[in-house]
């Protein structure tokens, strides 16, 4: 059974750079494929950031695109987030997913399998 674990949120200043870190543990992390969400108040859970353990282009959300960055680190389990020029319409709390099935939808998170807790990101304007 796959565990992933945020970290890196906090608090940010508009304009600003945040990373976010999700370790993945007791699965073969080499073969996941990896997604991002996010998720404000009142609001649905929504597509971020995705990639496939197979390499190749990564995919982002519009609203996203030239400042958000998705890679993974396959020593180290890791997934990471990178955001620039952050805007306070970006504040929510960000999912870390892992898909492990053969076919890959990045932006449907009823496909992916495993979840992590989440991680607040707020940025002040």
């Known amino acids: 059974h796959v565990q992933l674990v945020e970290s890196g949120g906090g608090l940010v200043q508009a304009g600003g750079p945040l990373r976010l870190s999700c370790a993945a543990s007791g699965g073969t992390f080499s073969t996941l494929d990896m997604g991002w969400f996010r998720q404000a108040s009142v609001k649905e859970r929504e597509f971020v950031a995705g990639m496939r353990w197979t390499g190749g282009n990564p995919y982002y959300a519009d609203s996203v695109k030239g400042r958000f960055t998705i890679s993974r680190d396959r020593a180290k389990n890791t997934v990471y987030l990178q955001m620039v020029n952050l805007k306070p319409e970006d504040t929510a709390v960000y999912y870390c997913?892992?898909?492990?099935?053969?076919?890959?939808?990045?932006?449907?998170?009823?496909?992916?399998?495993?979840w992590g807790q989440g991680t607040q990101v707020t940025v002040s304007s």
């Open positions: 997913a892992a898909d492990r099935r053969a076919s890959y939808d990045p932006s449907s998170a009823t496909g992916y399998d495993y």
